[in-house]
């Protein structure tokens, strides 16, 4: 699970380096910092924050809400990633979302197709957003940002149009024992949602570090041109990391969905795409694109989840609230620029008399 | 500063005039195909601009509807311009209604400020301009014929008088609200607060933002749980849909919403009335979103120049509902 990791510290920075070089070199180095950092602010102001007990033989407590709430975080960040990583960035997938819910919740409502229905619908759904989006940009060369700007605000009128610009309601009459476990079901005394991202982060981790498929995104978002040359079929890698992004985003519509009983059309999924930048950034995947760390993505998420939910239970007034939000990320990123950690050294080390 | 405004001035006018020439056009074959079905009888409806807000959710579908219908049932025909949540298409709307001389304008702004310019524009052609739903803050008040709408801060007073009547003036609530800065959540904040400040025995003990969201909702309530667990007693969320999300976070804490805990909300959407009778919502105070009819009566007037004894402020009733009453209306519920 853990594969990732080691291997992308040791590629950074040589081997002959001392460890604590290695050690703040590394890109995940710094959001795990900052969510200690902010799991102490907790322990010390918050001490409830940690309190676990059971209830109904679940786990109840903040720190389950976390994992419960950050899965959808950590999956569009999954994705996010891997689409990142080639150079590009899918600004659609809070749409997705949306018509992922509304697609969900419309089978359920108007047929008794249930999850053999649900599951090949928006199967295809993400299959057709994933290859619009990947199509738009590797073959017609559209810039990633603007290519799925156009399904960010298309999907949502999609959604809207699927629901009749309602909230569609999964009521008693419909309801679907598959379809609420996803979002409100409890496995080994967990939410269900903590099983599904994991798996999902162990099955994509495996699979791109596993397989060359990993080396060959690297390669496409290092440098498009030259993994042509060396026949890397460049534009099937971005065509499939935009379909993958896709069917992460509607398994995270379909959790949203589950988790309300409702597709709020209006509402799901909104700025969830720029979270999932946010993740992925201050997990240490460039923007730029090359190299990629999903272990990174998965605790940048968190790292997010934690943040919001330690502002909530602290009582942040809601109006500031996105402020220390930002403080945090700010930080992060900051120690994660090499310029501005090499001049900390430099004023360290003029400090130190040389 | 003021190059800017001259430029930006500029730009919405350009802007305005290719809305005008597009609606222009699509109106003009829209009378087309109208005199078809008259018969070209030559009989010219009044003709009223309606500027809405955008497409939110329910409630706003359903207030479109009733403007909709209003329009039709007074014999007005209506031409709708939808502001898609931002305000500079507002204007651009509304100027280019002003442009196409309609007989009347309906705005129903997002914002309270930076109406003037374009308030005046209209006044200049002697257009007059109904506000509903949400107020406008103009320096000059000639600028609007009057105002029609759903009184929020009053909401906030009833959800209040009514978690007094029940619990007898002691309880520990907490506050979903709705997004920071909008008009209806400032209005349902204070409203709330000035009834309370009278009954010490009420006490916030925690209030953030659920953005009106039935996802923020669960979220933020299930913080509020983890943190004041057994202490609170009342859930007031500004609207439904927080509610409702609220509801759940409830049940999934192991408490019975509606008897461990009271909630009360305002807006009054079909689903509210679908959780109190199944017990799970206490109250809802209802913002009434067909406000079509009221409007067109007054815009019937002020087209006949009936407009001496017209109030500057026209608020719609706003009724509460509580379990017993939900029981009896929900079938009657059109929204």
Known sequence: MSDASPNSTDRQSGNSKSALTRFFGSRITWPVLGLAVVLLFNAIFIPSFFTLEVRDGQLYGSLIDVLNRGSIGVILAMGMTLVIATGGVDLSVGSVMAISGAIAALILTETQLGMLGIVPCVLFAALAAGLMNGVLVAYLKIQPIIATLILMVSGRGIAKFITGEKIITVGDDSYNFYFDFIGKGHLFGLPFTVTLFVTLFAVTSLFVRMTSLGLFIESVGANETASRASGIHDKGVKIAVYVFAAFCAVIAGLIDASNINAADTMNAGVFTELDAIFAVVVGGTALTGGRFSLTGSLIGAMLLQTLMTTLYTYGVPSDVAPVPKSLVIVAVCLLQSPVFRGQLQRLAGKGGGR | ?335
């Not at chain 2, 074959?29 to 500027?51: E, R, Y």
């Not at chain 2, 007005?76 to 502001?83: K, P, S, T, V």
């Open chain 2, 1 to 335: 500063m003021n190059s800017y405004a001259r430029k930006s001035l500029r730009r919405t006018l350009l802007a305005s005039l290719a809305l005008m020439i597009l609606i222009g056009c699509s109106s003009k074959s829209d009378n087309g195909a109208m005199k078809g079905d008259n018969g070209g009888d030559g009989t010219s409806k009044p003709i009223i601009g309606f500027v809405q807000t955008g497409s939110e959710g329910d409630w706003r579908k359903a207030h479109t509807e009733s403007v909709r219908e209003a329009a039709e049932e007074a014999g007005f025909e209506l031409r709708f311009a939808d502001g898609q949540a931002k305000q500079e298409n507002q204007i651009k709307a509304l100027s280019s209604f002003v442009a196409q001389g309609v007989d009347g304008i309906i705005l129903a702004p997002l914002v309270e400020t930076g109406w003037d310019n374009v308030l005046e524009k209209a006044k200049k052609r002697n257009i007059p301009v109904l506000i509903l739903d949400r107020q406008v803050e103009v320096k000059d008040d000639s600028l609007y014929v009057t105002y029609i709408g759903a009184d929020t801060y009053n909401e906030g007073r009833l959800a209040a008088e009514w978690l007094i009547e029940k619990t007898g003036g002691k309880a520990k609530v907490v506050e979903l609200q709705g997004t920071p800065g909008a008009s209806p959540t400032i209005n349902r904040y204070n409203g709330f607060r000035d009834v309370i400040a009278d009954h010490s025995g009420i006490e916030i003990i925690a209030s953030q933002s659920g953005d009106f969201r039935r996802s923020k909702g669960k979220e933020v309530m299930e913080a509020f749980l983890k943190k004041h667990g057994d202490d609170i007693e009342v859930v007031y969320a500004h609207n439904d849909d927080m509610a409702i999300g609220a509801i759940q976070a409830i049940e999934d804490a192991g408490k019975k919403p509606g008897d461990d805990i009271i909630l009360v909300s305002i807006d009054g959407v079909r689903a509210a009335f679908e959780a109190m009778v199944e017990g799970k919502l206490n109250c809802t105070v209802e913002c009434n979103p067909l406000q079509g009819p009221m409007a067109f009566d007054a815009m019937k007037k002020i087209l006949a120049g009936d407009i001496g004894d017209m109030p500057k402020k026209q608020m719609i009733k706003d009724r509460v509902y509580d379990r017993d009453s939900a029981k009896e209306v929900i079938d009657s519920r059109k929204y």
